[in-house]
Nanobody
Framework: QVQLVESGGGLVQPGGSLRLSCAAS????????MAWYRQAPGKQRELVAS???????NYADSVKGRFTISRANAKNTVYLQMNSLKPEDTAVYYC????????WGQGTQVTVSS
């Protein structure tokens, strides 16, 4: 059974940084392109960043240049380094495959506020 566990969120001031982690289990992690998604209150879940099994990355325009996705296949973990955070980045962040195929985890709350 596939399990995704996100962590690393919190409250941060505008301009601050956070590093999110997603620990995956129950599948052959290195075979899959992975992604981070976010859902703000009252909005649909959106794709933030993705990374292929080979390490190629793509980003939503809204986070390009500020966020960096990476992965550690030996640890079955995908990361999201978030810099220069803005209030509009406030959301619950989730990971999944680049085309979502597994049950969603609980997510991790990111709040950007002064």
């Amino acid at each position: 059974q596939v399990q995704l566990v996100e962590s690393g969120g919190g409250l941060v001031q505008p301009g601050g940084s956070l590093r999110l982690s997603c620990a995956a289990s129950g599948m052959f992690f290195s075979n899959y392109a992975m992604a981070w998604y976010r859902q703000a209150p009252g909005k649909q879940r959106e794709l933030v960043a993705s990374i292929t099994s080979g390490g190629s990355t793509n980003y939503a325009d809204s986070v390009k240049g500020r966020f960096t996705i990476s992965r550690a296949n030996a640890k079955n973990t995908v990361y999201l380094q978030m810099n220069s955070l803005k209030p509009e980045d406030t959301a619950v962040y989730y990971c999944n495959a680049d085309t979502p195929r597994w049950p969603w985890g609980q997510g991790t709350q990111v709040t950007v506020s002064s």
